[in-house]
């Protein structure tokens, strides 16, 4: 089911769903915009949003999942499905009221995210005893699974899906996040100002964005700082032993005393040694680190 994209002036007008559910699982973001212009004269309006949240017992699997626990073939399927289910509805809760979409960009559920090696590819040392197969090659690609395929919310809205957006970048060996710094250096660059978009959802990125004058495209950067709400949506859940699972509005944060020798601490750990570009995730940031 697709539509005529308007005309807006000169550019056409492209009605379109983005869905996302970060680090921190809470929810399905989603947002109904237009867009029009391609590249630098990138224009978008949004038309509507929401976050809808997952129903508390799929959450509890999906952060189960993050935490490493162990699942079978038919088990990571089931879930996959799942979370697409809940995106579909996501897609289909956005348009109500609004004229319909004709195409959706989910980045899906984000479960497992292994950022590339710094070293060039290796080669397994060959064992003392003779082997009939050659040694294989150990990438240094890195991996990045997010679930919700796009086929199934394909299938059960009807609409175009664009999804698995991490996987070019990883197979040019990049990071695979964060994936928004060229749409924020389209949006909102200035001819004088250098800028930073600091982003804080479970892990935290920011993008640097020149003054847009010369090759300044090609200084445009980002990556991931560090954690955000992950972790503190785990020690919300911790102190009120499960009743809550965030700090909402940061009414706690805000009444509290900074800690500089906590903080002190908390910077020992390598990633925030090391140089851009970098990408973190769970894996890093979890309870374990909090305990720390």
Known sequence: MLLEKKASGSSQVTRVIGLISGTSVDGIDAALVEIAGNEIDLKVELLASATYPYPKVLREQILAV??????????????????????????????????????????????????????????????????????????????????????????????????????????????????????DAYLLSHPTKHRCIQNIG????????????????????????????ALLDLAVERITNGRQTYDQDGSWAASGIKSDALVELLLHQNFFQVLPPKSTGRELFSADYLNY
Request: charged letters at 15%; proline letters at 7%.
């Open 202 to 229: 479970g892990i935290a990125n920011v993008t640097y964005i020149p003054a847009s004058q010369g090759n300044w495209l090609e200084l445009v950067c980002g990556w991931d700082t560090g954690p955000g709400n």
């Open 66 to 183: 993050c935490a490493s626990k162990a699942l079978s073939m038919a088990e990571l399927a089931a879930l996959d499905d799942a979370i697409a289910y809940q995106f579909a509805l996501a897609a289909q809760k956005i348009q109500l009221g609004n004229s319909p979409a004709e195409l959706i960009g989910s980045h899906g559920q984000t479960v497992y995210h292994q950022p590339p090696s710094n070293s060039n590819s290796k080669v397994l040392e060959e064992p003392e005893k003779k082997q009939e197969l050659p040694a294989q090659p150990i990438s240094s690609l890195g991996y990045s699974l997010q679930l919700g395929r796009g086929e199934v919310i394909a299938q059960l809205t009807g609409l175009k899906t664009v999804s698995n957006f991490r996987a070019a970048d990883i197979a040019a060996g990049g990071q695979g996040a964060p994936l928004v710094p060229k749409v």
